[in-house]
C-alpha cells in the first residue's frame, strides 16, 4: 500500500510539472504570437503578460482555453478579457515602478496582478461580491501583497488614495465617470471603453496635463456594461 502511494505521489508530481511547464510554453506562446506580432512592445508590459499565469484566473472548466486568443467567462455575467485587449490597455498606461494604479471593474483579478507585476501599488474594485472575494484570495495567494480588493461601487473611484498615476476601467460606461478624471494625476492616464451596453464601444485614452484634459477615441471594443450599486 506505501509502494501503491509513493507511486501515485510521484504520478502527480510528474502530472503536475508537466502541466506548468505546457502552461509556460502557452504563455510565451501567447506573447509571440498575439501581442507582439500586434505591436505590443512595452518590456515591461510584455514581461509581466509572460509571468502571470492567466489560466488560475480562469474557470477550471476553462483552463485549457486560457492562453487563447479570446474573452472567457468567469461567471456573474462578467468575462476575463482576450489577453491582447490586457496588454494593449496596459501598454497604452505606460505604467512604472513607482506608480499608484486604480482598476474599476477586478473581475477575475488578472488586469490587476498584470499591473501589480510593474507598478508599486494596485487598488481595484469590484462590485460583485462574489467576483471580488475570489479575486481577493486568489492574489493573496499569488503573493500579490501591493493589490488592494474592494468590494463596491467604483463609480466614484477611491478618493482617498487618489490621486492615481494611471486608472484603468475594465467594464464600459455609457460617460466617463467625472470623479475619476477628477483622481486622476496631472501627467496620469486612464484608459475606458465607453459606450452603451448593447453596442460595440469605443477604447477611450484620457490624458491629463498641465490641469488640461486630452480625450483620443482610439479602436472598437467590447466590454460588459459598467453596473452601479442600486
Do not use: W
Not at 40 to 54: D, F, G, N, W, Y
Not at 158 to 170: G, N, Q, R
Amino acid at each position: 500500500m506505501k509502494v501503491l502511494t509513493a507511486i501515485l505521489s510521484i504520478m502527480q508530481v510528474a502530472c503536475h510539472g508537466q502541466l506548468s511547464s505546457n502552461y509556460t510554453d502557452l504563455r510565451y506562446h501567447m506573447v509571440g504570437n498575439q501581442l507582439t506580432t500586434r505591436g505590443i512592445s512595452h518590456p515591461a508590459t510584455l514581461k509581466a503578460m509572460q509571468t502571470v499565469e492567466r489560466h488560475l484566473f480562469v474557470p477550471m472548466s476553462l483552463r485549457k482555453h486560457a492562453y487563447d486568443d479570446t474573452p472567457l467567462p468567469i461567471g456573474y455575467n462578467q468575462t476575463i478579457s482576450q489577453p491582447y485587449i490586457v496588454a494593449y490597455m496596459t501598454q497604452l498606461l505606460a505604467p512604472k515602478a513607482s506608480d499608484r494604479v486604480l482598476e474599476i471593474g477586478t473581475g477575475s483579478g488578472y488586469q490587476a496582478a498584470v499591473l501589480a507585476e510593474i507598478v508599486r501599488e494596485v487598488y481595484t474594485i469590484e462590485i460583485v461580491p462574489e467576483l471580488g472575494n475570489r479575486a481577493k484570495n486568489l492574489l493573496q495567494q499569488q503573493g500579490y501583497d501591493n493589490v488592494t480588493v474592494i468590494i463596491g461601487d467604483g463609480y466614484k473611484g477611491l478618493e482617498p488614495k487618489a490621486p492615481f498615476d494611471a486608472i484603468v476601467v475594465t467594464a464600459a460606461p455609457e460617460e466617463i465617470p467625472p470623479a475619476l478624471i477628477e483622481q486622476l494625476k496631472d501627467g496620469g492616464k486612464m484608459i475606458v471603453p465607453v459606450g452603451p451596453p448593447t453596442a460595440v464601444q469605443t477604447l477611450v485614452l484620457i490624458e491629463k496635463k498641465r490641469g488640461k484634459v486630452i480625450r483620443t477615441e482610439l479602436s472598437a471594443v467590447r466590454f460588459v456594461p459598467f453596473t452601479r450599486e442600486k
